[in-house]
C-alpha cells in the first residue's frame, strides 16, 4: 500500500503544480482515476438482500478480484495512474479525532440496522488499525461479530435474523457514481438508493482531508446534503462547455438544475447543461447504462431509448440573466441536440448489440454501452458484449477488452467501475 507520501508527492502533481481534479470531457487522455477493488463487502450479499443492494446475483469473489486487478493493469499499462479508494480513506482518516468524527458520522447514516448499539459498535471499529477499520465500515459488521459479553441491552440480545448491524457497501467498486469531477470540481453527490447513501461520505472526506486534496481550492458544485437525488452515472461532460445530464431513476430534475445554476454562477466556462430524459427501469438506471462518448463525434446509444424516429425529450439549460432560473428549452432529438451543442454538422450514434433487439438488450443488461473511454476514440469494454465491440471497432475505434463475468453481475461496466479525477484537455 502507499503511503500518503508517496500519494502526495506523485512526480507529475508537483513538478507540473497540476490542479488535482481535472475532467473536461468524457474522453481526454485519462490520466488519473479512482478505482475500489471489489473486496468481502461482496461476500456479504445472500439472496434476501440481493435486491435491496441492488445486485442481481453474488459474484465469486476470487474472480471478481481477479477481472478487477485485470481492469486496473489494462488501465496502468496505458500510463493511466489507478488510485483506490479505499487506501485513499485510510490515508485521509490519519489521525484519531477523524476517526471518531467520520464513525459518527458513517454510524449516523447507518440508521436502522444500527439501532441503538452505537456506542458498542463505535468501540468495536476503534479497535482495529485503521485499514481493518475502514474494511469493516465497507464490508459491513454482522451481528455475531460483537461479542456476548460487550452486548450491555435486551435487544442485543435479540434474535431478529437480520444478520448486519452494519450493512455491507458492496457497490462501492462502481466509483463513478458517488461524486463526479467537472473541471476543477466535483459535484458529491446524494444518492437515491438506501443501500448506496453511505458512499459519497468517503468521498467529502476524501476531498476535505486527504493531503492531495485539502489545501487546493476544489469547488464543490453540489454536495451531498441537497435534498435531491443525483448520481454519477448520469454525469457525462461532454466538452469545456457542454455537460449532459440523465434524468433517470436515479438522478432528479431538481438536482440536476440546481447543479447547472451553481456551475453557470461558479464556473465560467460551462455555458449549456443538456437534460437527457431516460426510462426509469433498472436496466437504464443510468444515463451510461444506455449512452456513452467515444470520440468527439461518436457516441454509443441503445436503441431502445430512442422512439420511432428518434425522437426524445432533450433540455438544453443556459445562463438566464437571473441568478437563480436557467432558460430552458426543449429538443425532440438526441443526435440533433448533441450535434448543436458541440457544433459538428456530423455525428454518429452506434447501437448496442447493432441495434438487433434481442443482442442489444441482452448486451446493454451486461453494460455494452458502458464503455470507459482513455482517449478520443479508444475505449475499454467488457469482452462479452462481442457484438457491440465489433460494432466499434468497424467504426473505427481501438478496443480494449477486459474480462466480465463476474463484475458485469453488479449491473455496471468499465465507465461505472471508474471515476476519472485528471483527464487531459482536449485542445480543438
Ligand atoms: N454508473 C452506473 N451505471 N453504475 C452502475 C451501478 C450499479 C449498481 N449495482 C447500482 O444499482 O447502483
Redesign the pocket.
Given at each position: 500500500m502507499s503511503s500518503i507520501t508517496e500519494i502526495v508527492s506523485t512526480p507529475e502533481i508537483q513538478k507540473n503544480r497540476m490542479h488535482p481534479i481535472n475532467v473536461t470531457s468524457e474522453i481526454g487522455t485519462l490520466k488519473t482515476v479512482l478505482l475500489k477493488r471489489p473486496g468481502k463487502e461482496v461476500e456479504n450479499l445472500v439472496p434476501e438482500y440481493l435486491q435491496r443492494?441492488?445486485?442481481d446475483d453474488i459474484p465469486y469473489l476470487p474472480v471478481i478480484q481477479r477481472e478487477h486487478d485485470y481492469f486496473a493493469e489494462t488501465l496502468k499499462n496505458r500510463g493511466i495512474e489507478v488510485l483506490y479508494l479505499e487506501k485513499l480513506v485510510v490515508e485521509t482518516l490519519s489521525n484519531q479525532e477523524l476517526r471518531k468524527q467520520f464513525i459518527d458520522d458513517i454510524l449516523r447514516e447507518s440508521q436502522a440496522n444500527v439501532n441503538g448499539a452505537a456506542k458498542v459498535l463505535k468501540e468495536y471499529l476503534l479497535s482495529f488499525p485503521t485499514s481493518a477499520m475502514v474494511e469493516k465500515i465497507m464490508s459491513g459488521v454482522l451481528k455475531r461479530e460483537i461479542e456476548k459479553s460487550k452486548k450491555t441491552h435486551l435487544y442485543e440480545f435479540m434474535e431478529d435474523h437480520y444478520p448486519f448491524y452494519l450493512d455491507p457497501m458492496?457497490?462501492l467498486y462502481?466509483t463513478?457514481?458517488p461524486a463526479a469531477s467537472i473541471g476543477n470540481g466535483i459535484s458529491i453527490n446524494k444518492m437515491r438508493?438506501p443501500?448506496?447513501q453511505r458512499e459519497s461520505l468517503f468521498m467529502e472526506y476524501i476531498i476535505n482531508y486527504h493531503p492531495r486534496f485539502a489545501g487546493h481550492d476544489v469547488p464543490v458544485w453540489l454536495d451531498r446534503s441537497f435534498s435531491f437525488s443525483i448520481?454519477?452515472?448520469?454525469e457525462l461532460i461532454l466538452s469545456k462547455e457542454v455537460v449532459a445530464i440523465g434524468v433517470s431513476e436515479?438522478t432528479s430534475a431538481k438536482a440536476i438544475e440546481r447543479l447547472a445554476l451553481n456551475l453557470f454562477k461558479r464556473q465560467d466556462s460551462t455555458k449549456k447543461v443538456v437534460a437527457v430524459e431516460i426510462p426509469k427501469c433498472?436496466a437504464f438506471?443510468?444515463l451510461?447504462?444506455v449512452f456513452t462518448m467515444v470520440d468527439h463525434d461518436k457516441f454509443t446509444i441503445h436503441p431502445a431509448i430512442q422512439g420511432p424516429q428518434g425522437n426524445m425529450n432533450v433540455y438544453i439549460l443556459e445562463k438566464s440573466p437571473e441568478a437563480e432560473i436557467a432558460t430552458i428549452s426543449h429538443r425532440s432529438n438526441l443526435q440533433e441536440a448533441l450535434k448543436e451543442v458541440l457544433g459538428l454538422s456530423e455525428l454518429v450514434l452506434i447501437p448496442c448489440g447493432g441495434g438487433d433487439e434481442i443482442a442489444s438488450s441482452r448486451e446493454q443488461w451486461n453494460?455494452g454501452s458502458?464503455t470507459l473511454a482513455i482517449a478520443p476514440g479508444v475505449v475499454v469494454t467488457y469482452d462479452r458484449n462481442y457484438i457491440s465491440n465489433d460494432l466499434l471497432r468497424q467504426h473505427g475505434m481501438e478496443v480494449i477488452e477486459i474480462t466480465s463475468s463476474e463484475l458485469s453481475r453488479?449491473?455496471?461496466?468499465p465507465?461505472?467501475m471508474s471515476m476519472p479525477i485528471v483527464r487531459e484537455d482536449i485542445i480543438n
Open positions: 443492494l441492488l445486485f458492496p457497490n462502481f463513478r457514481d438508493e443501500a448506496r448520481e454519477g452515472g448520469d436515479r433498472r438506471m443510468h451510461d447504462t453494460d458502458n453488479g449491473r455496471g461496466g465507465r461505472c
